[in-house]
Nanobody
Framework: QVQLVESGGGSVQAGGSLRLSCAAS?????MAWFRQAPGQERERVAA???????SYADSVKGRFTISRDNPEDILYLQMNSLKPEDTAMYYC????????????WGRGTQVTVSS
C-alpha cells in the first residue's frame, strides 16, 4: 500500500504561480497529477514515468512542470501563468507499472485561480 499526501494548494490571481507537493510513503516509478473541476471529468495534467520521462496535457504545456525529489519521495507540480480554468481539485496518483489504472490516490488539494 502507498499513501500519498498532497499540499500546496491555495488561491491565487490569474498569472500567478503555485507549487504542489505530494509526499509518498513508498517510492513509485510511475506517478502523475490529475485535476477535476466541479461537473467536469478528471484530467491527467502531468505524468512522470521512469523511462519516458515527463508528459503533459496540452492545456498546461509550457506552464506546468512535474518533477520529483527522489531521496525524499516527493512529487512536485510547479504551476506558472495560472488561468481561471486551472481551478480544480488536484490529486497525486501512482501506479505499479507503465500502463493501466492508477491504483493509489491522495485526497487532493484545492487550487483556485481568480481573474
Amino acid at each position: 500500500q502507498v499513501q500519498l499526501v498532497e499540499s500546496g494548494g491555495g488561491s491565487v490571481q490569474a498569472g500567478g504561480s503555485l507549487r504542489l507537493s505530494c509526499a509518498a510513503s513508498r517510492y513509485k516509478y510511475y506517478m502523475a497529477w490529475f485535476r477535476q473541476a466541479p461537473g467536469q471529468e478528471r484530467e491527467r495534467v502531468a505524468a512522470l514515468d521512469r523511462f519516458v520521462g515527463a508528459s503533459y496535457a496540452d492545456s498546461v504545456k509550457g506552464r506546468f512542470t512535474i518533477s520529483r525529489d527522489n531521496p525524499e519521495d516527493i512529487l512536485y507540480l510547479q504551476m506558472n501563468s495560472l488561468k481561471p480554468e486551472d481551478t480544480a481539485m488536484y490529486y497525486c496518483a501512482a501506479r505499479d507499472g507503465p500502463y493501466g489504472e492508477y491504483a493509489y490516490w491522495g485526497r487532493g488539494t484545492q487550487v483556485t485561480v481568480s481573474s
